[in-house]
């Protein structure tokens, strides 16, 4: 925060429009997540959280600091109806938890860039979705005070793509929960149809997530061990999923989507998270893993080594033999195995909540000073 004499109070303006969604996917999950730490965390600045939809009275804990402004709109609700309100209440700073500030506004703002994943992989996303993403975020790298970026491979990603300076930039990172462990993993097995021994990947089936990689290297692992454990893919199919990538491979198994309330019983009784993807601004399943105890294979691609640290076996993502090699030293070698659990409890403090909320406010708090 500001130090003792500056400190004063704000009046900070949220867009939390993502909060109120029916299905809650990753963006809307860390907006509303972010904003109940901030909230609890401040007790001096004046919050007016903006919505789109009226929020359920749970959403958000009443707070002596935080008022709610409800301004319902069914199209294009950022760039006109939030965009008029903030000119309405000329607030001293708005923070934007997602990729998109309103085209005219006044004041000063900080914004949230989770990822570029569209400027490494345009064909997953159709051309009007990608067209849309580019020029907002573009514009929103402009036009912010400050961003806040997810990952240091985000950030660079910004100043590679829009030349963003690095000094605009603040590395904060998400808060990941443990995954609730919410019914036995023999229950969870049986209800997908799956074998006791196995390996994990859990996410959307699409060509960044490297599935076709990952099941070769799965059938090279089986060639070299006696017994081999199956493989789980976990997760729907996406954009341009190719049925070809895991045909033919012996004791694979695509569960289609999984149940939010399975995925903590699927990966505590994985022998290993498989997650050697191709690009992730922010790879939650490699931290979700870290925190029951399930050790992890990840790439040395986008932000997946900076999260894993020295708590994961990080490789080479187009490296077949490299993935094969690192599951059977998952298999095969119990201290080895002991290490990782062990530093990766270590490494999941370092993605709080509570640390994220501390320095959104000091980035708040910073640019409406200067």
């Keep these: 925060?500001?130090?003792?004499?500056?400190?004063?109070?704000l009046r900070i303006a949220i867009d939390a429009s993502r909060t109120t969604v029916a299905?809650?996917?990753?963006t809307e999950h860390y907006a509303i997540e972010l904003i109940r730490a901030l909230l609890a965390l401040n007790q001096t600045h004046h919050i007016t959280l903006y919505f789109r939809d009226t929020p359920a009275p749970?959403?958000?804990?009443?707070?002596?600091?935080?008022?709610?402004?409800?301004?319902?709109?069914r199209r294009v609700w950022t760039h006109l109806r939030f965009a008029g309100a903030l000119w309405q209440d000329r607030p001293d700073v708005t923070l934007v938890p997602a990729h998109t500030l309103p085209f005219a506004f006044p004041g000063k703002a900080v914004v949230t860039v989770h990822d570029l994943g569209y400027k490494h992989f345009p064909k997953a996303h159709p051309f009007k979705q990608r067209t849309y993403l580019d020029i907002t975020t573009r514009y929103s790298a402009s036009r912010a005070t400050r961003i806040m970026a997810d990952s240091q491979a985000t950030a660079d990603d910004l100043t590679r793509f829009y030349g963003t300076s690095a000094r605009k930039i603040d590395i904060v990172y998400p808060?990941?929960?443990?995954?609730?462990?919410?019914?036995?993993?023999?229950?969870?097995?049986?209800?997908?149809?799956?074998?006791?021994?196995?390996?994990?990947?859990?996410?959307?089936l699409q060509p960044r997530k490297n599935i076709a990689n990952i099941a070769r290297a799965y059938a090279h692992y089986r060639e070299q061990v006696e017994t081999p454990a199956d493989f789980v893919f976990a997760g729907g199919k996406g954009w341009l999923f190719d049925e070809a990538w895991t045909a033919g491979i012996e004791g694979v198994h695509l569960t289609g989507y999984i149940d939010a309330e399975d995925k903590g019983a699927?990966?505590?009784?994985?022998?290993?998270?498989?997650?050697?993807?191709?690009?992730?601004?922010?790879?939650?399943?490699?931290?979700?893993?870290?925190?029951?105890?399930?050790?992890?294979i990840t790439s040395t691609s986008s932000s997946l080594q900076?999260?894993?640290?020295?708590?994961?076996?990080?490789?080479?993502?187009?490296?077949?033999?490299?993935?094969?090699?690192?599951?059977?030293?998952?298999?095969?070698?119990?201290?080895?195995?002991?290490?990782?659990?062990?530093?990766g409890h270590q490494q999941t403090q370092k993605f709080t909540w509570s640390s994220a909320a501390e320095q959104t406010l000091y980035t708040l708090e910073q640019t409406a000073k200067y």
């Design 175 to 204: 808060g990941v929960e443990a995954p609730v462990v919410v019914n036995e993993t023999s229950a969870v097995l049986e209800k997908y149809g799956l074998p006791e021994r196995y390996f994990l990947f859990i996410g959307t």
């Design 23 to 26: 299905r809650v996917t990753g």
């Design 306 to 343: 900076e999260l894993a640290g020295e708590a994961a076996i990080c490789v080479d993502p187009n490296n077949i033999g490299a993935i094969a090699s690192a599951m059977i030293t998952l298999e095969i070698d119990l201290q080895q195995r002991e290490t990782l659990i062990a530093r």
């Design 58 to 73: 749970e959403l958000f804990p009443p707070h002596d600091y935080a008022v709610h402004k409800i301004i319902p709109f």
């Design 266 to 296: 699927l990966m505590t009784g994985a022998i290993g998270l498989v997650f050697p993807t191709l690009f992730e601004g922010f790879g939650f399943p490699v931290i979700e893993a870290m925190h029951v105890g399930t050790p992890v």
């Design 1 to 9: 925060m500001l130090d003792d004499e500056a400190l004063v109070s």
